[in-house]
Structures are given as structure tokens and as C-alpha cells.
């Protein structure tokens, strides 16, 4: 049976290759959540542009001069 001692390299490779893989997918998290909500974020402003576009006749080049 080895030592607490020689089995410290062992120990080390594993906590590294765990803090990398938590790392990995909290990035990988973050990514989903700004891609989720850029998406939510683009249905809003559709759904603005169509409100405009029914309630108020305004064409789409006209509503995108609005936003400027």
C-alpha cells in the first residue's frame, strides 16, 4: 500500500482534472445563458416590430428608424 505521501501526485492530477471540468462547464453555462438571452431578446423586438406594424401601419424600414 502506497503512502498518503506518494499518493499526493495521484490526488493532485484528479483535483486538477475536477477543477478543470467544473471550470468547462460553468463557461460552457455562461455561453448558454448569454445565447438564451440574446435569443429571448431578439423575440421581443420582434414582437415590438409586429405590434407597431399592425396597431400603428408602420413599415418595418420605418419602425427600424424609430430605433435609432
Known amino acids: 500500500m502506497k503512502s498518503n505521501f ?3 501526485p495521484q490526488f493532485l ?3 486538477e482534472i475536477t477543477i478543470l ?3 468547462e462547464g460553468l463557461v460552457e453555462s455562461s455561453r ?3 445565447k438564451k ?3 429571448e431578446k431578439r423575440e421581443r423586438i420582434e414582437t415590438f416590430v409586429e405590434i407597431l406594424e ?3 401601419g408602420l413599415s418595418p424600414w ?3 428608424r424609430l430605433g435609432d
Open 6 to 8: 506518494e499518493m499526493m
Open 13 to 15: 492530477r484528479y483535483m
Open 21 to 23: 471540468g467544473v471550470s
Open 32 to 34: 448558454r445563458e448569454k
Open 37 to 39: 438571452r440574446e435569443e
Open 54 to 56: 399592425s396597431c400603428f
Open 62 to 64: 420605418c419602425v427600424l
